[in-house]
């Protein structure tokens, strides 16, 4: 989970897409890679709730330069290492994707955010220098339910098909997913869960987590 600009939803998802995969049987490593820790304070709220069980989902705080060489020493141990990077290009961010799979871009599908793509670019190409088969996803987070700004944000996306894929979905701006990170849970976790919510953050982790799709 990466990109330049914060407040997009990167630690909500990072949370979503863990739990999604341990409840697809895999043990999963959840990396806090920023320095304010949101994904560690999700994970403190989800320790204390006794009907969760987190046996699959470890996480971690892991910033600096040597984040590279400890992902290494913990890889074997893990099916999936889920990375909150943090929100600005950080040494960290630089250090993970040097040695990642996969990394997702959220953007909300208004300016400020999307202003920041050539940067994502930027980034991306960079560490394809060292990492040429790093695969950058780019996602329409929080998502207004009318108007054309979402398609306009993918339009944007598209412009960059060197560089980026378009996932074919997105994640709404829904309450739902909110409230649940807030009690330390994922949205399909919730007792009255928001059905579309979760059927988006599925679809996510299901194209995410494809191994048939190539940069």
């Known amino acids: 989970m990466g990109g330049i600009k914060g407040g997009v939803g990167k630690s909500t998802l990072a949370s979503n897409l863990a739990v999604l995969a341990a409840r697809d049987g895999k043990d999963v490593l959840l990396v806090d890679g920023d320095s304010q820790e949101t994904t560690m304070t999700w994970a403190a709220a989800r320790g204390d709730r006794e009907a969760v069980s987190t046996d699959r989902v470890t996480t971690v705080a892991l910033v600096g330069k040597g984040v590279r060489d400890e992902l290494r020493r913990l890889k074997p141990k893990y099916d999936t290492i889920v990375i909150d990077a943090g929100a600005r290009d950080t040494t960290t961010q630089r250090s993970a994707l040097t040695i990642a799979d996969v990394v997702l871009l959220p953007f909300a599908p208004r300016g400020p955010d999307l202003w920041t793509i050539d940067a994502a670019v930027e980034l991306i190409s960079e560490i394809r220098a060292v990492n040429e088969n790093l695969r950058a996803l780019a996602l ?72 048939e799709i190539t940069p």
């Open 140 to 211: 329409v987070n929080r998502a207004d339910p009318i108007g054309n700004d979402n398609a306009e944000a993918e339009a944007a996306f598209a412009e960059h098909a060197e560089a980026l894929q378009v996932v074919p979905g997105r994640v709404g701006n829904r309450k739902a997913i909110a409230q649940a990170h807030l009690m330390g849970l994922a949205a399909a976790e919730m007792v009255r869960a928001d059905p579309k919510a979760v059927a988006e953050m599925d679809s996510l982790y299901r194209y995410v987590f494809s191994t």
